[in-house]
């Protein structure tokens, strides 16, 4: 009995353990990379379907050469328990991410260490055949249909909550950097109703998505919208900035250098941050982006545009 005891403490350390790993590994990796190598790479996409295989193949391994007689269930605890409690801490420590990473993506791990278990256990074909037909029937709604509506959830909560104040209008006036280095203001730049001005840093993996997004905007309205990228200086040098802003130089942006902290002016508590006004009148903040949120985001944007034009 002692000896099962530890077999089984072993196994639930592990789970604790690649619980951890895979977690930091996944949802790190772009930052790991950059540390290590001083690359800039993109994020892992499709992160929760990673998790789903990853657990599918530790659970498998972790009992290969075990004694299939034993109970499906206490292995499937030993190995679930990390990853609920793990994701769970969410609820703490990072309530933006509920519910998309907690408890959605948490269902990932799960289901793969059912499915993981399911082929150790070589039970029943049809129960196994149609666990993973399952699964993979839930992977695909998830990712084309669930994740962008929570997604959109939270970003529309996230933007709620920050009050219009008229005042923002002085960042018209406010002095600002070219990619010249000469100082300027956007009032000098911006002769058309539709002011979208965007806050952003270089290494922002949401800005960067958002910029095809924004070329969509222009690519409708042409002339009538004028969009503004403002980079914040106390996170990026101006060194990187220039590099940053001539690799994407377009006649559909104009790019500018804001050398003192944005947060401490502007309600810019995350990146990007976006103020749309029309004849510098503040009728818009939007905060964040991804790509799961570009169509809906889109939608929104013309939405505001057309009623402010009519």
């Known amino acids: 009995m002692r000896n099962l005891n530890k077999v089984y403490s072993r196994k639930f350390f592990l789970s604790i353990v690649f619980a951890l790993v895979t977690n930091f590994l996944i949802y790190n990796f772009r930052v790991i990379i950059y540390y290590i190598t001083g690359f800039e790479v993109g994020s892992i996409k499709l992160v929760s379907p990673i998790r789903f295989l990853l657990f599918a193949l530790f659970a498998f391994v972790l009992i290969i050469n075990e ?3 034993k109970n499906i269930f206490l292995y499937f605890g030993l190995i679930a328990t990390p990853v609920f409690i793990l994701d769970s801490t969410t609820l703490f420590l990072g ?6 990473r907690f408890p959605f993506d ?5 289901l793969g260490t059912i499915l993981g278990l399911l082929f150790s256990f070589k039970l029943n074909k049809r129960i196994v055949i149609s666990s993973l037909v399952f699964s993979f029937i839930y992977i695909i709604i998830g990712e084309l249909y669930v994740r962008p509506s929570l997604a959109w959830y939270i970003h529309t909560k996230r933007t709620s909550s920050i009050i219009l104040d008229q005042s923002h209008s002085k960042i018209f006036y ?11 203001s956007v009032n000098n730049f911006t002769k058309n109703p ?19 997004a924004l070329s969509r905007l222009k690519k409708k309205y042409g002339k009538i919208v004028e969009i503004v990228l403002i980079c914040d200086g106390s996170i990026t040098d101006f060194r990187k900035f220039i590099d940053h802003a001539n690799k994407n130089v377009s006649s559909e942006f104009n ?7 944005i947060s401490g002016k502007y309600p810019v508590f995350g990146f990007p941050t976006e103020f749309l006004f029309y004849n510098k009148v503040l009728i818009q903040i939007d905060n964040g982006f991804g790509k799961e949120v570009e169509d809906k985001w889109l939608e929104k944007e013309i939405k505001t545009i057309d009623k402010a034009l009519l």
């Open 67 to 69: 004694d299939r007689k």
């Open 95 to 100: 309530k933006e991410l509920v519910p998309l």
């Open 106 to 110: 948490t269902t990932y791990p799960l």
């Open 174 to 184: 406010d002095t600002l950097k070219t990619v010249n280095g000469v100082n300027t």
């Open 194 to 212: 539709i002011v979208l001005i965007d806050f952003y840093f270089v290494g922002c993996k949401p800005c960067d998505e958002k910029l095809f």
């Open 255 to 261: 790019f500018f250098y804001y050398e003192k902290p």
